[in-house]
Nanobody, 121 residues
């Protein structure tokens, strides 16, 4: 089994910064793409940013220039640096990962439990 654990959420004022971390552990042979999603109350979960095992990234237009996704393949971790935060960025943030638990088997997608990010003065 594989577990993803997020950390780094909290309450910050508008214009502030937070760095989210997500660690994957368990039966892991290889991790392919990793990503960060968010879900605000009453809304669908949406992609914030994704990163391949090779380091190629993509993110939604609303966070370009403010959020940066990175990963450490040696530790099976993914990070989301969030700067210039706005109240509308308030959400529960989830990480996910495409994990191969064994060689020559397809990946499964795993999700973390989510971490609350609240932007408020």
């Amino acid at each position: 089994q594989v577990q993803l654990v997020e950390s780094g959420g909290g309450l910050v004022q508008p214009g502030g910064s937070l760095r989210l971390s997500c660690a994957a552990s368990g039966r892991i042979f290889r991790v392919d793409a990793m990503g960060w999603f968010r879900q605000a109350p009453g809304k669908q979960r949406e992609l914030v940013a994704g990163i391949t095992s090779g380091g190629s990234t993509n993110d939604v237009d609303s966070v370009k220039g403010r959020f940066t996704i990175t990963r450490d393949n040696t530790k099976n971790m993914v990070y989301l640096q969030m700067n210039s935060l706005k109240p509308k960025n308030t959400s529960v943030y989830y990480c996910n990962a495409e994990v191969h638990s064994y060689a020559y088997t397809p990946f499964r997608t795993y999700w973390g439990q989510g971490t609350q990010v609240t932007i408020s003065s």
